[in-house]
C-alpha cells in the first residue's frame, strides 16, 4: 500500500553531516509515523529515529541523540533525516519506514508495515 525510496545516502569524513531523504508513495493517507533505522554488517537492524505524522512528535536513539534532526514535509509525504557530526559508528544502511494504523511503539521495528531498499552511508576516519 505504501512505497518508500531512500536517497542522500554517500561517503562522508567523520564529523561531516549528511541530509537522508525518503519520499512516500500510495496509500500515503493512512501514514502515523515514519520513521529511520540502520543496519550494520553483522549487527541487528536499530531504530534512529521518528516522527509522529499528526503532532510531529519526534524520538530519537540514544546512540544519535543530539546528532540527527528528523522531520517531515506533510505536502510531498517525505520525511528527511539531518545527520550531523558524524562517526564510523554510523555506518549502516539507512532503512526508512512507515507505520499505520497507530498508535505503535515507533522506536522499534514492529511498529512498521513499510520499508524502504536503504540507501548506504560510510562514514570514514
Known amino acids: 500500500q505504501v512505497q518508500l525510496v531512500e536517497s542522500g545516502g554517500g561517503l562522508v569524513q567523520a564529523g561531516g553531516s549528511l541530509r537522508l531523504s525518503c519520499a512516500a508513495s500510495?496509500?500515503?493517507?493512512?501514514?502515523?509515523?515514519m520513521g529511520w533505522f540502520r543496519q550494520a554488517p553483522g549487527k541487528e537492524r536499530e531504530f534512529v529515529a521518528a516522527?509522529?505524522?499528526?503532532?510531529?512528535?519526534?524520538y530519537y536513539a540514544d546512540s544519535v541523540k543530539g546528532r540527527v534532526t528528523i522531520s517531515r514535509d506533510i505536502g510531498k509525504n517525505t520525511v528527511y533525516l539531518e545527520m550531523n557530526s558524524l562517526k564510523p559508528e554510523d555506518t549502516a544502511v539507512y532503512y526508512c519506514?512507515?507505520?499505520?494504523?497507530?498508535?505503535?511503539?515507533?522506536?522499534?521495528?514492529?511498529?512498521?508495515?513499510?520499508w524502504g531498499q536503504g540507501t548506504q552511508v560510510t562514514v570514514s576516519s
Open positions: 519506514a512507515a507505520g499505520i494504523s497507530g498508535p505503535h511503539v515507533v522506536t522499534t521495528t514492529g511498529g512498521y508495515a513499510y
Open positions: 500510495g496509500r500515503t493517507f493512512s501514514i502515523y509515523a
Open positions: 516522527v509522529r505524522w499528526s503532532g510531529g512528535s519526534v
